[in-house]
């Protein structure tokens, strides 16, 4: 299995962690079936959305978190 390193700010990484320990199950775990949703969701509806408003935020229920760009 390959290792990637991802950035999240500190607060979405804590609503990570808070439900993955709500769920008893591990981070990676978790953003694995996030993403395994996702990718499912995608083949059967492709979002809609113009690229340019996808890479400036990642949206959840709760809040919006700017995504910011690595250089």
Same mark, same amino acid.
């Given at each position: 299995m390959a290792k990637v390193?991802? #950035?999240f700010q500190n607060e979405f990484l804590q609503e990570i962690d808070k439900i993955a320990e709500l769920e008893?199950?591990?981070r990676s775990s978790l953003i694995r079936e996030a993403l395994?949703?996702?990718l499912l969701q995608y083949? #059967?509806?492709p979002i809609q959305k113009e690229?340019?408003?996808i890479s400036k935020t990642l949206v959840s229920n709760k809040m919006i978190y700017p995504?910011?760009?690595v250089s």
């Open positions: 390193l991802v #950035n008893h199950r591990t395994r949703r996702y083949k #059967n509806e690229p340019e408003i995504v910011s760009k």
